[in-house]
């Protein structure tokens, strides 16, 4: 008997989930799942991809063999409360904690591994339940992480497994409890050792040698769609001809044909099905309006006399497209058709991809009319708008999960090359989808199941880009010129997630639009949970790292540097307060606390912007609900920095960066390989760099014209702290 959530919710319920009962709820099942087709509790592996409302989701499962067989159960049964049992409160009732109350799949995927590795580990000592785990134990198993050599993120993932296992105990049988790990009260960074690795999006991009030849094809096709879909057409308009019964009429007219047309090409009419050749029974059939069978039956007469079996079944449709400046196939032929629009549709999603910055999940949910025609507001500049539903930390307004995502309030300005794609797309698809995973020009595989109505997987998407490449190649190989084809990545296949990263060279841009620059975040839950006030929002490693980068602005400052932006007076003020007070130290958990304590000091260096953050809270663009009295407290978003926040500073330092990154940009604009879209939008990150650039040499200001009163010593009853009073001559203007 499959039992109710509530009693499940009672520290001392008995258990009983029987084994053949559905694996989720029917409360957790998406409206119209068939619990029939649900993975069974007892099942060896558990299928959850069905609790996800998003249509693009990639298939996840787990499966319960992989775990040591003392534990198998145990954690079966942890599994069944994450899968139905809303998050405990006392996870979710944290300061800027990312759990949510019904974790998606790709969540769930990060816990079922972090619980495998736990129950392996678990193997390894004389335990046979989870009971008889203790914090000692649990504090022994942090150490092992931390020692495994896997980044911290990976090792934070597997003892937050754990916490959430722990956040479970009271909703499980007894056996299956454990206590409160230890690192909940001390902080996981006690365990941890600290990670080097860059916490940013470490997915090579697209080597520019390969992106630029496949986002010229993906280009051309796009102007060769009206030939691409006419033939399709026509291909459609055949088969509508194809009769069920043999047509008396066709009985001496097909051989006649067959005849002629054997005479001229020297084999039959065929072509490619699933990777075998073949007669083209279905061509001949609908030329005769004839049966599929009657064409084949007077075909393979031919076969027995040892005619071979060409490739050709040309349609009737005429082309217009041109590569160089001639006709880029003669004809499409029969069995083409349907091939070619799926190139057509991949090279659209490459367009879209690369040129929009829109998520790979997201682009492949877009849906018809998602780039209405923009208005012309008489200014000349044309703007196209895409507008998506976002998946990652969807809400509704009440705060629960949207797992099916959210509209986008604010839509993605795209290029007309974007715009292009949207339309080619809306005139193949027959649904609502651009992307669905089963139009009717795509040739489904025996005995694969298709979901109708779904968009296009990730998967699914890398698949078709990995054949877009090898038909282009093979047509360059045809056709020439050999220097066209797409060449190998030496970081591996194309796939979808690659694309995000797409201008060489242009990080800035990029890691702005698409929040994957590194950011340093040391506000509110990013310390040990347990810690109460400052102590527990801001990191002492961090505190020591800032103070080490003020002692580095102020030595550069004392070295001549300018300083430029709207905060530069606070730059050098900061810099000075930080050098005379902490100026060589290393500096101690109270000295740390203390610096922290100085909302002044609060800097935050983004190299990758060319700026550094004078942080307050009051002024800040990145996030406008910073500035209510309970969000005072969190740190800047670094990768949402607005060019108009009075927070800004930039040194020569930041500028010298700058100059460096100009240079790399017009090298990319001259090079040979650049397509031209690319080149267009390069030029225009160059002037907005070099405008960045001439108004710090127009505006910035040096030390040796500040004058500030050196600020008076922390009191010791009050942890606030008096500003300093600063003077700042205003440079002359060139």
């Known amino acids: 008997m499959r039992t109710s959530l509530a009693a499940v919710g009672q520290a001392d319920q008995t258990w009983h989930v029987g084994r053949d009962d559905p694996f989720a709820t029917a409360a957790r099942l998406p409206e119209g799942t068939d619990p029939e087709q649900v993975s069974r509790f007892g099942d060896q592996r558990w299928n959850y991809t069905v609790l996800s409302r998003r249509r693009s989701e990639a298939s996840k499962t787990v499966n319960w063999a992989a775990f040591p067989e003392t534990w198998r159960e145990s954690f079966r049964r942890a599994g069944w409360a994450l899968v139905n049992l809303p998050t405990p409160a006392v996870l979710l009732d944290r300061a800027a904690t990312a759990r949510v109350e019904w974790p998606a799949p790709g969540t769930m995927a990060q816990v079922f591994l972090g619980w495998r590795r736990f129950a392996g580990w678990l193997a390894d000592h004389a335990l046979t339940r989870l009971d008889e785990v203790d914090e000692d134990l649990l504090a022994d198993y942090a150490v092992h992480v931390g020692r495994r050599g896997c980044s911290s993120a990976v090792a934070q993932d597997d003892l937050n497994a754990v916490t959430l296992l722990w956040g479970f105990a009271p909703l499980l049988p007894a056996a299956d409890r454990i206590p409160m790990p230890p690192w909940e009260n001390e902080g996981v960074k006690h365990y ?93 059939a609908a030329t005769f309006e004839t049966s599929e069978r009657h064409a084949t039956y007077v075909a393979a007469k031919y076969r027995q006399d040892m005619v071979p079996v060409g490739l050709e079944a040309p349609l009737a449709s005429p082309l217009n497209g041109v590569i160089h400046g001639r006709q880029w196939k003669s004809h499409i032929n029969f069995h083409e058709a349907p091939i070619l629009m799926t190139r057509l549709a991949t090279a659209a999603m490459i367009v879209i991809l690369y040129l929009s910055g829109v998520r790979p999940g997201e682009a492949l949910e877009l849906q018809v ?43 993605w300005t795209v290029v007309p090359p974007v715009a292009d794609a949207v339309r080619v797309l809306e005139r193949i698809v027959e649904g609502p989808l651009l992307f669905p995973t089963n139009p009717s020009w795509t040739t489904r595989a025996p005995g694969r199941r298709q979901r109708t109505g779904d968009a296009l997987t990730t998967l699914g998407a890398n698949a078709r880009i990995a054949s877009f490449i090898a038909w282009v190649n093979d047509y360059v190989d045809n056709n020439g010129p050999g220097d066209e084809r797409i060449p190998n990545d030496p970081d591996g296949g194309i796939v979808v997630k690659r694309a995000l990263r797409r201008l060489p060279g242009g990080r800035i841009a990029l890691a702005l639009q698409y929040g994957h620059l590194r950011t340093s975040v040391v506000g509110e ?25 003020l002692d580095t602005v102020a030595e550069d400052l004392h070295n001549g540097q300018g300083v430029s932006g709207l905060a530069a007076e606070r730059m ?137 009163e050196e600020p008076p010593p922390p009191s010791r009853s009050h942890h606030h702290h008096r500003g300093a009073t600063t003077t700042i001559e205003e440079p002359a203007e060139p």
């Not at 208005?375 to 969807?394: N, V």
């Open 572 to 708: 050098i003020q900061a810099a000075r307060t930080a050098r005379s007070r902490f100026e060589g130290k290393f500096l101690t958990p109270r000295q740390a606390e203390a610096l922290l304590e100085e909302p002044g000091l609060h800097v935050y260096d983004n190299p990758n912007a060319f700026l550094t953050c004078n942080h307050d809270p009051a002024k800040a663009l990145c996030h406008p609900e910073r500035t209510r009295r309970n969000n005072r407290a969190l740190p800047p978003a670094i990768d949402r920095c607005d060019p108009a926040c009075a927070n800004i500073a930039r040194t020569d330092t930041h500028i010298d960066q700058l100059r460096r990154e100009i240079s790399e940009l017009a090298e990319q604009v001259s090079g040979p390989l650049t397509p031209i879209p690319l080149k267009e939008r390069l030029k225009q990150r160059i002037a907005a760099l070099q405008r960045v650039l001439d108004r710090h040499e127009r505006t910035k200001t040096t030390a040796a014209t500040t004058t500030i």
């Open 192 to 284: 941890l050792a600290t990670d080097t690795t860059p916490n940013e999006n470490t997915t090579a991009a697209i080597h520019p040698a390969v992106m630029s030849p496949l986002l010229i094809w993906s280009l051309r096709f796009l102007d060769l769609a009206d030939d691409i879909i006419a033939a399709w057409r026509e291909h459609q308009r055949l088969l509508t001809r194809v009769r069920e019964h043999p047509n008396p009429d066709a009985t001496a007219a097909l051989p006649a044909f067959l005849d002629t047309w054997i005479a001229e090409h020297g084999e039959l009419p065929g072509g490619t099905a699933r990777g075998r050749r073949g007669i083209a029974a279905q061509y001949l």
């Open 525 to 549: 839950g990013y310390s040990g949970r347990a810690r109460q006030g400052l102590r527990r929002v801001l990191d002492i490693e961090t505190a020591r790292a800032m103070a080490d980068y």
């Open 369 to 411: 009319g998602c780039c209405p025609d923009p208005i012309d507001d008489g200014t000349g500049s044309i703007r196209y708008q895409l507008h998506g539903r976002f998946f990652k930390g969807a809400r509704h307004p009440d705060g629960t999960p949207a797992r099916g995502g959210v509209t986008r309030e604010v839509p």
